[in-house]
């Protein structure tokens, strides 16, 4: 099958494209948020090909993945073709709605030519999408190996933007949550708040894994796919228990509390108790291969592609 789908999330679309498929990326000149192209910080398989828009529009194609509430109309100026109606859709939504309850309203609602796929069962129930279509599609990650130290005795905690999105991603809770154990901050940004410059994806996971445990502060997203490969790595998780968390960390695999002092406490409790950081991460990674491996997740999407191209 021939899919072309925008590079926008790097680990959801690393996994994607390791199905048996053909796909296309589009890229622009100066590689923005509409044309990256090809990953230069993950490892993608030859099958992926980049395509210029002016390519794009004799691209013969057997679906079309959409991501952002504009490609719904940037799709149609660079294919010539519109999404759902002249060529098959599925609309993937990786974030949690924002806004009050009774407004979230998703952006390809009520479009019965697209599919509407969620990446967790929060998201699907949170979001309105009135008369689409739509499916669930869990997560799931290229296995990084278990890769766990814990040779130092601190915290790691992965945020993009950290500033920016400040409560939407915990980055408020750091300090309190720190007080006794030192936490290290990675992700894009994190050098203006001291935390440690970006570094590519091969590299995080190592650094990552010398730490004796994984914190995940998240008030309100989807699921950080940071969290699902750090329990890959045979990390513990300390984690707020919002949005999909719960589901995605067993007790045995760490704590999860919405108690700022029951989650200080957990990673004190880890960083001083390295066999029990290990077990428990040991139970992470077992956890996480057993509900986000890459399988299961390349089955059901070929399965719901196989269904719409129909």
Not at 26 to 35: C, E, K, Y
Not at 256 to 268: E, F, G, H, N, Y
Request: hydrophobic share 45%.
């Amino acid at each position: 099958m021939r899919i072309l789908l925008w590079h926008v999330h790097g680990s959801w679309t690393t996994a994607f494209v390791h199905g048996e498929h053909e796909y296309f990326v589009p890229v622009l000149p100066r590689r923005g948020p509409d044309g990256r192209g090809r990953a230069r910080t993950w490892r993608w398989p030859e099958a992926v090909r980049e395509v210029t828009p002016a390519e794009m529009r004799d691209l013969e194609l057997d679906a079309l993945v959409l991501q952002r509430p504009h490609e719904l109309t940037l799709a149609e100026r660079w294919l010539g073709r519109r999404p759902g109606r002249d060529l098959r859709t599925v609309y993937v939504e990786h974030n949690a709605p924002q806004g009050r309850i009774g407004e979230m309203r998703h952006p390809a609602a009520d479009i019965a030519e697209l599919t509407l796929v969620h990446v967790t069962h929060f998201n699907s129930l949170f979001w309105d999408a009135g008369d689409t279509p739509t499916r669930v599609i869990e997560h799931g990650i290229v296995d990084p190996g278990y890769r766990y130290t814990g040779e130092l005795p601190r915290a790691a905690a992965v945020i993009n933007e950290a500033r920016r999105r400040a409560r939407v991603t915990g980055t408020d809770l750091l300090q309190r949550l720190g007080e006794d154990t030192p936490i290290d901050l990675f992700g894009m940004d994190a050098a203006a708040l001291g935390g440690i410059e970006d570094i590519p994806q091969s590299e995080l996971h190592a650094e990552m894994a010398r730490r004796r445990v994984y914190l995940h502060p998240i008030r309100w997203t989807s699921l950080g796919l940071s969290l699902i490969e750090a329990m890959h790595l045979g990390m513990p998780v300390v984690a707020l228990a919002t949005t999909e968390a719960p589901e995605a960390v067993p007790a045995d695999a760490g704590v999860i509390s919405t108690r700022v002092d029951v989650l200080a406490a957990a990673i004190r409790d880890f960083v001083h108790d390295r066999d029990r950081a290990l077990l428990a991460g040991r139970q992470a990674r077992a956890a996480a291969r057993r509900h986000y491996g890459l399988e299961r997740f390349l089955g059901e999407w070929d399965a719901l592609l196989d269904e719409v191209a129909a």
